[in-house]
């Protein structure tokens, strides 16, 4: 039904700035949240952030005060400005949304429905 489309991926120094982008393409759906996830090899996926709609912001404490969420709700994309990057920070980043209602933003990976393919992010030192 939905998918999503991520860009913004890249080879990146420490200490520099990435911009991610994801928008769902196909019809148009109420999406309730917009968030993303990181998995960096041999760990499990994690949280990093997510913008709920009505008005919620979480971010995990590894990026707090460096990431930046943001969404377009007209465009129905989420972006994440990532500045002050470290090479911790080099992982598969997802694009995950969700049709599910809830208040307030979650972090766990099972109330998304939508998932992006991931796009690469390398920091290097």
């Known amino acids: 039904q939905v998918q999503l489309v991520e860009s913004g991926g890249g080879l990146v120094q420490a200490g520099g700035s990435l911009r991610l982008s994801c928008a769902p393409s196909g019809r148009t759906v109420s999406l309730y949240g917009m968030g993303w996830f990181r998995q960096a090899p041999g760990k499990d996926r994690e949280f990093v952030a997510a913008?709920?709609?009505?008005?919620?912001?979480i971010y995990s404490d590894s990026v707090k005060g460096r990431f930046t969420i943001s969404r377009d709700s007209a465009k129905n994309t989420v972006y994440l400005q990532m500045s002050s990057l470290k090479p911790e920070d080099t992982a598969v980043y997802y694009c995950?949304?969700?049709?599910?209602?809830?208040?307030?933003?979650?972090?766990?990976?099972?109330?998304?429905?939508?998932w992006g393919q991931g796009t690469q992010v390398t920091v290097s030192s």
């Open positions: 913008y709920w709609s009505g008005g919620s912001i």
């Open positions: 995950a949304t969700s049709t599910y209602y809830s208040r307030t933003a979650s972090t766990g990976d099972g109330d998304y429905n939508y």
